[in-house]
């Protein structure tokens, strides 16, 4: 039975996950002000655009849009439904979800629990099958050959499939597991021909794949012998995906953010031998090419990768391929040079602890790399080969940031090859005039949504372009002086949830009609209901869980991740003054906005009025177009606007004014 959580029991749990401290579990925050910033853990990016707020409990990425609470953050971070994330939280702060009334049924997620449960009684079977018996003797005896302790088996959870067809779906459906949800685990085949299932790892040394907190999700198996494939791993399930996890992970995770370093080799054996050298911050990318979520585990975790990858054409190639989306991540990156012809393991086995060390403090940074690889595969002793070398470096050195870095390295490999700068420097110009596109101006892409200029209490005009407006919302016309309301409807939307005072009178004075943009009313109406919901009455500042509330009501779609943009910009002036003042000027221009609209409408019925000469109902329009004419005219005298003048001379509405015949 899908699980019940009461609003109280939801508001329990959010209460007691502060969302900074969870969040700083997973990615180092930098505080600016009254937000913190980070790296964002959902995409690749070199420029922090993930925000975390601890007034409004919220988490925003204006570069990828992912946003929420401390559960959306779980569920995405986790990979976890929306209830298991809520039981992951309430374990994590100690709330008793039990008998609180705060859940109907037995259980939750029940598909995702009984894969978790199905793996762990695998790793345990292969465990058991390694260790005991002599079916896994030569598994056993050839993990010992490698120099893997018995300590490292057991903490690493090290096992042998057996070489029988059915021996882990026998021992699966004598332990209660259906056959059909281990296959989904990844751990039986269906037959092609008949029914039935049989076992995907025979005769394998097997490796257990556990996610951050510990948990078997997958399975590594390689052969002891010569036949292929000669490493395989667990299909996806719902608890697995290889491009989204890294082998060791949950081990390293402490040392990383210890010495914000991270190693990043290929094979599972290069982890063991690596931590059981003292190298505890080390991982591998589970056989495949290094993928952009596995780069994004890397960069919430630590500062630095290195990679020592084996010193084989096919290693070259993967290092290459992981230089780039590291260093797209915004990382320090740097490759360390292993003897030719060696892995991590062999080179910690045979050479010891200290030769892999020196070669992770001797590790070369991208240019280096570059150059020496560059060497090897041309003669520099040659006029056609220093040439060669000197244009596969001029694309890395193009696109290094920073002057400075950027003219030693040009000065470096220009002293390698003997060559002066100016010859770099030419060809790095005749590149970047043929590769890189001319940077595009702001209008190129979203602007940031800026605090208008508060000490002078006057609204800034911010030309915004609203992502929901693509998603599902159409934005009115771009003139500058709807971009001024737009601006003003979001300023005092963000103001609402962060101020009683200002919340009272958007509810007093503000309609849904009241706001242009179409996601603004849907964030109006949510918080409305939120406000019913936790009975809020004016008094002060900040007022806790109420955001959250507001994006509950709103629940998936465009308006939620508007609302997530507009509440994640900092306020970073809190004189009561300045935000009475703010307010004043944001309610002035929507209540112009509806003026101008009402003005623009009376003056289409007079002129369908004229043409059908209605002379009573031109009179009477004329007279309403009079009166809303001074109302419009008083309400930019409040502001400090000089009354606008119509086409005939007179005071008018902006548009065409009032015709006063």
């Not at 009334?101 to 939750?108: D, F, K, R, T």
């Amino acid at each position: 039975m899908t699980p019940y959580f009461s609003g109280e029991v939801l508001d329990t749990i959010r209460a007691k996950n502060d969302i900074v401290d969870v969040i700083s579990q997973y990615i180092p925050l930098t505080q600016a002000g009254r937000s913190y910033k980070a790296l964002c853990p959902f995409h690749t990016e070199r420029t922090p655009s993930f925000t975390v707020s601890p007034e409004r409990q919220l988490f925003h990425c204006f570069g990828c849009g992912a946003g929420g609470d401390v559960f959306n953050f779980i569920m995405r971070m986790e990979g976890l439904g929306f209830s298991e994330a809520v039981q992951f939280l309430a374990q994590r702060a100690g709330v008793r979800l039990e008998g609180s009334g705060g859940v109907q049924g037995a259980g939750y997620d029940n598909d995702r629990e009984l894969i978790l449960k199905a793996n762990e009684l695998a790793a345990t079977f292969f465990s058991q099958k390694l260790l005991h018996g002599a079916p896994g003797r030569e598994a056993l005896d050839y993990l010992k050959s490698r120099g893997i302790s018995d300590e490292t088996i057991e903490r690493f959870r090290l096992g042998y499939s057996l070489p029988e067809w059915d021996s882990l779906a026998k021992h699966l459906e004598k332990s209660g597991i259906p056959p059909d949800v281990a296959s989904r685990a990844g751990l039986l085949v269906r037959r092609r021909e008949g029914a039935g299932f049989y076992d995907r790892f025979r005769g394998r040394v097997m490796f257990s794949i556990m996610d951050r907190r510990g948990r078997v999700i997958g399975f590594g198996g390689r052969v002891l012998d010569d036949s292929t494939p000669k490493y395989i791993n667990s299909s996806d399930s719902p608890v697995f995906n290889k491009r989204h996890n890294l082998y060791g992970l949950n081990f390293a995770l402490p040392a990383m953010a210890r010495s914000g370093r991270a190693v990043l080799v290929e094979g599972y054996t290069d982890v063991l031998a690596a931590h059981q050298a003292g190298f505890d911050y080390t991982v591998a990318s589970l056989g495949t090419a290094l993928t952009a979520e596995q780069v994004r585990l890397l960069a919430g975790a630590a500062r630095e990768v290195i990679l020592a990858y084996d010193a084989d054409t096919a290693g070259t190639a993967a290092t290459l391929r992981g230089l780039e989306l590291l260093l797209q991540s915004g990382l320090s990156v740097r490759v360390a040079g292993l003897p030719r012809g060696m892995d991590p393991d062999e080179l910690i086995r045979i050479k010891g602890r200290d030769a892999f060390g020196d070669s992770l403090d001797r590790a070369l940074g991208l240019v280096e790399y570059r150059l020496r690889l560059a060497r090897e595969a041309r003669d520099p002793s040659t006029t056609e080969g220093r040439v060669g070398i000197a244009r596969e470096m001029v694309p890395v050195l193009a696109s290094i940031g920073g002057t400075v870095a950027q003219r030693e390295y040009v000065s470096m490999v220009a002293l390698e090859l003997g060559l002066p700068d100016d010859a770099i420097w030419d060809e790095i110009e005749r590149y970047r005039r043929r590769h890189i596109p001319e940077r595009r101006g702001p209008g190129g892409r979203m602007s940031e949504v800026r605090w208008p200029g508060a000490r002078a209490g006057r609204v800034q005009v911010d030309p915004v372009k609203d992502k929901s407006g693509e998603k599902g919302h159409n934005m009115p016309a771009g003139t500058v002086r709807d971009r001024a309301y737009l601006q003003a409807e979001r300023n005092l939307l963000h103001l609402a949830v962060e101020d009683t005072k200002v919340l009272a009178r958007v509810l007093d004075e503000m309609k849904p009609e009241s706001f242009l943009h179409p996601g603004h009313r849907d964030i109006y109406c949510a918080i409305v209901k939120a406000a019913q919901d936790l009975g809020i009455a004016p008094g002060g500042r900040a007022i806790p869980g109420f955001a959250a509330k507001v994006l509950e009501h709103l629940g998936d779609g465009p308006a939620r991740e508007l609302a997530l943009e507009v509440f994640s910009t900092d306020l970073p002036d809190e004189d009561p003054g300045i935000i009475q003042r703010v307010t004043e000027d944001c309610i002035g221009l929507i209540r112009e906005r509806r003026l101008r609209a009402e003005i623009s409408s009376i003056e289409a019925k007079m002129r369908e009025a004229e043409k059908k000469e209605e002379t009573a109902t031109s009179r009477e329009l004329l007279l309403r177009l009079q009166q809303l004419t001074e109302m419009l005219g008083r309400q930019l005298a409040l502001r400090g606007q000089p009354r606008e003048r119509g086409e005939n001379g007179g005071e008018g509405t902006g548009a065409q004014g009032a015709r006063g015949k």
